[in-house]
């Protein structure tokens, strides 16, 4: 039964770049969530898709969009990065019904020079 | 204020001494709280999850909930050196938006 699988594993970007993070669900989950963890910091939620639609969204600038494909896979993109971007991207999946219980993926490390 | 606080630590015990990881949260809509485990360089893992108010226990874990205070906390009995890690504590008003602390970091020393 594969997990949580995020690619790519480290990135390293410009600021003002843009970036595209992908993100595959667990075998029967068709919930995805993506959060940002800071060094020291605990997870912050982004967002959330369901359904190919954005669900819930956390306090985040319009430069983050998401994207939830029909097999339930995720990109997360970041328009105009900052230096303030660095951070680990970590995506985590659900059941719907049961988004109590979530399964977080390897996570993204992205550095913006 | 953040919607959850924890004392960043570290929180040191000794082997098979019990630690004891605190939480506290501000929204009074929290429905479901849940404890996470992350090793270093590693993503976190969900280790107890709790929803009414008392004691849920799950083998050397138990969680304890105080809606009226508005506290979390988690008990590890017999601390082992693998318990060694962050341990974050998430709330959620509707289970599609969660809010993590910043984690308190517990070294277990043999």
């Known amino acids: 039964d594969a997990g949580v699988t995020q690619s790519p594993t480290h990135l390293i970007k410009t600021r003002g770049q843009q970036v595209t993070l992908r993100c595959s669900p667990k075998?029967?989950?068709?919930?995805v969530s993506w959060y940002q963890q800071a060094l020291g910091q605990g997870p912050q939620f982004i967002f959330q898709?369901?359904?190919?639609?954005?669900?819930q969204r956390g306090n985040f600038p319009d430069r983050f969009s998401g994207h939830q494909f029909p097999n339930y896979s995720s990109e997360l993109n970041v328009n105009a990065l900052l230096l303030g971007d660095s951070a680990l991207y970590l995506c985590?999946?659900?059941?719907?019904?049961?988004?109590?219980?979530?399964?977080f993926g390897p996570g993204t490390r992205l550095t913006v020079l | 204020q953040k919607e959850v606080e924890q004392n960043s630590g570290p929180l040191s015990v000794p082997e098979g001494a019990i630690a004891s990881l605190n939480c506290t949260y501000s929204?009074?809509?929290?429905?479901?709280f849940f404890w996470y485990r992350q090793y270093s360089g590693k993503s976190p893992e969900l280790i107890m999850s709790?929803?009414?108010?008392g004691d849920k226990e799950d083998g050397r874990f138990t969680a304890q909930l105080n809606k009226a205070s508005q506290y979390v906390s988690l008990l590890i009995r017999d601390s082992q050196p693998s318990d060694s890690a962050t341990y974050l504590c998430?709330?959620?008003?509707?289970?599609?938006?969660?809010?993590f602390g910043s984690g308190t970091k517990l070294n277990v020393k043999p």
């Open positions: 075998s029967g989950h068709d919930t």
């Open positions: 985590a999946s659900s059941k719907a019904g049961r988004t109590d219980t979530q399964y």
């Open positions: 998430a709330v959620t008003p509707n289970f599609n938006k969660f809010y």
């Open positions: 709790i929803y009414s108010n």
């Open positions: 929204d009074r809509g929290s429905q479901s």
């Open positions: 898709y369901y359904e190919e639609e954005e669900r």
